[in-house]
């Protein structure tokens, strides 16, 4: 069965340091992944995915994500976060087995990032 | 856009009732789910559907089900509502192959007293 997990439940940086948000994946081969970002109110928006070729992704607002298989990870990046990244951040894994559960989207338990003038 | 509407922002039911969520999409995906939302807990898997009239238990099915007479509309029903339900409840939909995103509603906050 495939799983996702987040570590770091809250998170807390200084406005202009760098951020890294951990994701820890369970799959039996090479998985979609996915980050997302909820702000307080808001619905959910996807800041990039990953589903094979180059290891390192780009997403919008600044973020990127690394895939490494031999630690089963995809950790989400931001060189120098800003206020407006305060906000609760989703791990997700997709299936890409056949069967009735292709498609299947299983996400983590999020971590809130606070961050502070 | 693409865009995924739930019925309802909030809802307050009263314990026993027969609860519907409904979930409306625009862009012939072909995949839907449901999702609860609660603290410290991320967004757990409730049902998804691959097609319509088709659909997969996800992680936590027990005392909701679901409906899907056609492609753009899935229903959550929890068929008698109790206080553990209170709780956020997300839609999503995406297209059938696994690489693409899932679009998500702006969630239906509902409290059972």
């Known amino acids: 069965a495939q799983s996702v997990t987040q570590p770091d439940i809250h998170i807390t940086v200084s406005e202009g340091a760098s951020l890294e948000l951990r994701c820890n994946y369970s799959?039996?081969?090479?998985?979609?992944l996915f980050w997302y970002v909820q702000s307080p109110g808001q619905g959910l928006q996807l800041l990039l995915k990953y589903f094979s070729g180059d290891t390192l992704v780009q997403g919008i607002k600044g973020f990127e994500a690394e895939f490494k298989r031999s630690q089963s990870s995809f950790n989400l990046r931001k060189p120098s976060v800003h206020w407006s990244d305060a906000a609760e951040y989703f791990c997700?894994?997709?299936?890409?087995?056949?069967?009735?559960?292709?498609?299947?989207?299983?996400f983590g338990q999020g971590t809130i990032l606070t961050v502070h003038p | 856009d693409v865009k995924v509407t739930q019925s309802s922002r909030y809802l307050v039911k009263r314990t026993g009732e027969k609860v519907f969520l409904e979930c409306v999409q625009d862009?012939?995906?072909?995949?839907m789910f449901w999702y609860r939302q609660d603290p410290g807990l991320g967004l757990r898997l409730i049902y998804f559907s691959y097609d319509v009239k088709m659909k997969e238990k996800g992680d936590i099915p027990e005392g909701y089900s679901v409906s899907r007479e056609k492609k753009e509309r899935f229903s959550l029903i929890l068929e008698s509502a109790s206080t553990n339900q209170t709780s956020m409840y997300l839609c999503?939909?995406?297209?059938?192959?696994?690489?693409?995103?899932?679009?998500f509603g702006q969630g239906t906050r509902l409290t059972v007293v």
């Open positions: 799959y039996g081969a090479t998985p979609y």
């Open positions: 997700a894994v997709g299936s890409n087995a056949g069967g009735t559960s292709y498609g299947k989207l299983t």
């Open positions: 999503a939909s995406r297209f059938e192959w696994g690489n693409t995103e899932a679009f």
């Open positions: 862009m012939d995906h072909e995949n």
